[in-house]
C-alpha cells in the first residue's frame, strides 16, 4: 500500500476534531439521502395526496426491509477493515474486499428475484390500503429493480468508511440527491407519472451514485491494494468467517427492526389510509433523526475499530462521551421544532385536511424517538466497533423483536391506544440497545478480541 493511500488513520490526534471531521460528511450524505427520500413522499403528497404516500410509505417499508443484508453485511465489513487497518494487515484488506463484493451483489440478485415473484404477497402482508394497493405495488416493483445499487453503494461506502474516508461517500450520496430532486418534480410534477415516477427517481439516482463511487474505488485502487481482478473476487474462507460472524448478527439486528416497524406498519395501515398516511410523516422523521444519529455512530464504530487495532484503549472513552454528546444536542433541537411548530413540519408533507387533522398524535413518539436515536450513537458506537457479534445478536431480539413488538402491542392492541400506542411502542423499544451497550462497556470486555 502506497504512502499517499487513501487509508485516514484515526488513532492518533483530537477526538473530537477526528470524529466530527469524519461524521460531518456522513450526516450531510444521510441527510441528502434523507431528504431525496422525503422529497418523494413531499411531492407525492402534494400531487397525489393521501393515497400516494400511503405508498411510498409502505413500498418504503418493503424496500427497507429488503436491505437489511445490505447493511447489516456492509457495516460489518467497515468495521473488519478498520480494524485491519489499525493492526496494518494490508492482505486482509484485500481479502475482505473482495468477499464482500462477491458475497452482497449475489445475495442482491437472490433478493430481487425472489421479492418480485412474491410481490402480491409482500404487500398483502403488511395490510396495503386497497386505495393505495396500484400505486404500491408500482412503487416496490420498480424498487426491487433497483436494489443491486442499493447493495452495491452500500459496499463501496463500507470499504471508504472503514478506512477512515467519509468525504467521497457524501459526494456519491450528493449526486443521487441531486439527481432524485430534480427526476421527482421532473417525473411526477411534469410527466404525471404519479408514484413510479418517484420510484424511477429514486432508482436512477441510487444507480448513478453506485456507478461513480465505483468507478472512483477502482481509480484509486493502487492506494488501497485491490486490484480488481477477476480472481481478486473469489471469496476467502478466513475473510469469509470473519465477515459471517459480525455480519450475520449485524443484518439479523437490522432485519429485526426492519420486521418489527413493518409488523407495526401493517397494525397501523388496517385502520385506515389517513393513518397509512401519517405513518408515512412520522418513518420520515424518525429516518432524518436516525440518519443524523447514525452518521455519528458510523464515524464512533469506525474510530473505535482502529483504535482497538492499535490497541490505544485510552480514547475509546472519550470518542463515546462525544459521539453522544453531539447526537443529543441533535435530538433537543429537533425536538424544540416538531414540539412547538409541528404544522410547519406536517404542512411540508401535504395538504390533505384529513391527514393533517390527525397528525399531531406523532408528536411524543417522534420527539421520544430522537433521544432514543441519540442513547443509540453510545450503544451501537462501543458494540459495532468491538466488533462483538453476540451483543449484536442480543440487540437484534430485544430490541428489534420482544421490546419493538411488544410494546407496540401493549399500547396499541391490549390498552387500546391504536396507532399512537403502536408508534410510542416502537419508540420506547429505541432506548433497549442503551441497556445492552452500557452493561457491556462497563464491563471492559470490549478490550478483548472477538
Given at each position: ?25 456522513l450526516f450531510v450524505s444521510n441527510a441528502l439521502q434523507a431528504i431525496y427520500n422525503i422529497v418523494d413522499m413531499i411531492v407525492v403528497g402534494q400531487v397525489i395526496g393521501g393515497s400516494g404516500m400511503s405508498a ?5 417499508n418493503i424496500l427497507h426491509l429488503l436491505t437489511f443484508v445490505a447493511m447489516g453485511f456492509s457495516s460489518a465489513g467497515q468495521v473488519i477493515i478498520a480494524r485491519e487497518v489499525g493492526m496494518q494487515d494490508h ?172 409488523v407495526v406498519a401493517a397494525w397501523v395501515n388496517s385502520f385506515g389510509i389517513i393513518y397509512s398516511a401519517i405513518a408515512g410523516i412520522i418513518s420520515k422523521l424518525n429516518m432524518m433523526m436516525g440518519i443524523m ?158
Amino acid at each position: 500500500m502506497k504512502s499517499n493511500s487513501m487509508v485516514k488513520d484515526l488513532t492518533n490526534g483530537s477526538v473530537p476534531k477526528l470524529l466530527f471531521a469524519f461524521a460531518a460528511p456522513l450526516f450531510v450524505s444521510n441527510a441528502l439521502q434523507a431528504i431525496y427520500n422525503i422529497v418523494d413522499m413531499i411531492v407525492v403528497g402534494q400531487v397525489i395526496g393521501g393515497s400516494g404516500m400511503s405508498a411510498v410509505s409502505t413500498g418504503g417499508n418493503i424496500l427497507h426491509l429488503l436491505t437489511f443484508v445490505a447493511m447489516g453485511f456492509s457495516s460489518a465489513g467497515q468495521v473488519i477493515i478498520a480494524r485491519e487497518v489499525g493492526m496494518q494487515d494490508h492482505d486482509g484488506i484485500k481479502k475482505t474486499i473482495g468477499t464482500l463484493f462477491t458475497l452482497l451483489f449475489s445475495i442482491a440478485l437472490l433478493i430481487s428475484v425472489g421479492c418480485y415473484i412474491f410481490r402480491d404477497n409482500l404487500l398483502q402482508l403488511v395490510n396495503t390500503p386497497q386505495e393505495a394497493y396500484a400505486y404500491t405495488m408500482d412503487y416496490t416493483v420498480i424498487c426491487i429493480l433497483g436494489l443491486i445499487f442499493i447493495y452495491g453503494y452500500n459496499v463501496v461506502s463500507a470499504i471508504m468508511r472503514g478506512m477512515g474516508d467519509s468525504k467521497r461517500p457524501f459526494m456519491f450520496v450528493a449526486i443521487a440527491a441531486i439527481i432524485n430532486i430534480v427526476l421527482d418534480i421532473v417525473f411526477v410534477a411534469g410527466f404525471k407519472m404519479e408514484v413510479a415516477g418517484a420510484a424511477w427517481a429514486t432508482v436512477i439516482g441510487q444507480s448513478f451514485s453506485f456507478i461513480f463511487a465505483f468507478a472512483y474505488l477502482y481509480k484509486r485502487k493502487e492506494e488501497f491494494g485491490f486490484d480488481f481482478k477477476l480472481k481478486s473476487f473469489i471469496p476467502d474462507g478466513n475473510a469469509m468467517a470473519k465477515i459471517s460472524a459480525l455480519g450475520i448478527p449485524m443484518a439479523l439486528q437490522s432485519a429485526s427492526i426492519s420486521i418489527s416497524q413493518t409488523v407495526v406498519a401493517a397494525w397501523v395501515n388496517s385502520f385506515g389510509i389517513i393513518y397509512s398516511a401519517i405513518a408515512g410523516i412520522i418513518s420520515k422523521l424518525n429516518m432524518m433523526m436516525g440518519i443524523m444519529s447514525n452518521s455519528i455512530t458510523t464515524a464512533a464504530a469506525s474510530m473505535i475499530g482502529q483504535n482497538l487495532g492499535a490497541r490505544k484503549y485510552d480514547r475509546v472513552p472519550k470518542i463515546l462521551a462525544w459521539a453522544f454528546g453531539g447526537a443529543f444536542t441533535l435530538s433537543v433541537i429537533g425536538s424544540i421544532v416538531i414540539k412547538y411548530d409541528p404544522d410547519m413540519i406536517f404542512g411540508m408533507f401535504t395538504s390533505d385536511e384529513a391527514v393533517l387533522a390527525e397528525a399531531t398524535i406523532i408528536v411524543l413518539p417522534a420527539i421520544l424517538n430522537f433521544f432514543g436515536a441519540a442513547t443509540r450513537c453510545f450503544a451501537f458506537g462501543i458494540i459495532n466497533g468491538s466488533g462483538n457479534s453476540k451483543l449484536n445478536l442480543c440487540v437484534a431480539i430485544l430490541d428489534g423483536m420482544i421490546a419493538r413488538v411488544g410494546l407496540a402491542y401493549l399500547l396499541g392492541w391490549a390498552l387500546g391506544m391504536g396507532p399512537k400506542g403502536f408508534w410510542l411502542g416502537d419508540a420506547l423499544a429505541g432506548f433497549m440497545p442503551l441497556v445492552i451497550g452500557g452493561v457491556f462497556y462497563l464491563s471492559g470486555f470490549w478490550k478483548k478480541e472477538e
